[in-house]
């Protein structure tokens, strides 16, 4: 009787797909830096991405660090020390630099257990998922373009276009929230009126500071997802198909 393998290379569940693949710790650290939080969301950690991501953004919130930043952009230095609350920002370095440290750890870490996943004499690959309440999903090739551009148009739909329902429901809510909460809703309606002036002056940049980051790591991340999840169909026929390319003797599946 075969044994089952002790790393699976992906499962196909009712909540989504899960796959090892190779990333890069020095990208994990990178997202970290932008926003503590989405390095783990990039590794796959997404419970951990969650929470220090929520734990990030109370923290920002209630330091005015954002707020703080804006005005030092906008060179008023004297102001951005006015509204700083230190009570608040001496807690942000602990998160940032934890978020940055645990994000590359995490990736070293899981991109040993892929070199150990393809070492393994049996592998296991699960490319569909059958549920009488969530459905149907399997394994199939996506278009990265498809996927950024609906990251894009609204963040979230790339990652539910690549079968990462979790994490979609994750970046929709954080994008959604923070465009409302920085009343980007009523800047875009003033400045499709043409109030360009009165759209500027709604917004709370405070909040509207999250809105680049995440929408960045949406696009691109959910790129990256389905080139990855073409790689993964690619290998896993390869990996069905080797014995039989190896020994044309071997009788075909049917079907």
């Not at 009712?14 to 830096?33: D, H, I, N, T």
């Not at 995440?214 to 997802?225: P, Q, R, S």
């Not at 026929?237 to 020994?247: A, F, G, K, Q, S």
Request: net charge neutral; glycine share 6%; charged share 15%.
């Amino acid at each position: 009787m075969p044994r089952s393998p002790l790393i699976p290379k992906m499962r196909m569940l009712p909540f989504g797909s899960a796959y090892l693949y190779p990333r890069s710790p020095w990208a994990a650290m990178w997202w970290s830096v932008l926003l503590p939080g989405f390095g783990h969301l990039f590794v796959g950690s997404h419970l951990k991405g969650v929470i220090l991501s929520v734990w990030e953004a109370v923290v920002n919130r209630n330091a005015n660090l954002n707020l703080a930043i804006y005005y030092t952009i906008v060179g008023e230095p004297a102001r951005a020390a006015e509204v700083l609350r230190l009570e608040w920002a001496i807690l942000y370095p602990l998160i940032y630099f934890f978020a940055i440290w645990d994000s590359y750890r995490v990736c070293v870490e899981m991109n040993q257990l892929c070199q150990l996943e393809e070492l393994q004499p049996e592998r296991y690959f699960a490319r569909i998922s059958m549920h009488p309440l969530f459905g149907m999903d399997f394994l199939d090739k996506r278009s990265p373009f498809v996927a950024a551009f609906f990251s894009l148009l609204a963040g979230g739909l790339g990652h539910l276009y690549n079968l990462r329902p979790i994490k979609a429901l994750v970046l929709t809510a954080w994008q959604a929230g923070t465009l409302v909460l920085a009343n980007g809703h009523k800047a875009i309606a003033l400045t499709l009126q043409g109030q360009y002036g009165e759209a500027a002056g709604v917004l709370d940049y405070e909040w509207f500071l999250f809105w680049p980051s995440i929408t960045l790591f949406t696009v691109v991340n959910a790129y990256t997802d389905a080139i990855e999840l073409n790689n993964l169909f690619d290998e896993e026929w390869e990996y069905r198909l080797r014995p039989y390319i190896r020994n044309p003797a071997i009788p075909r599946p049917k079907g």
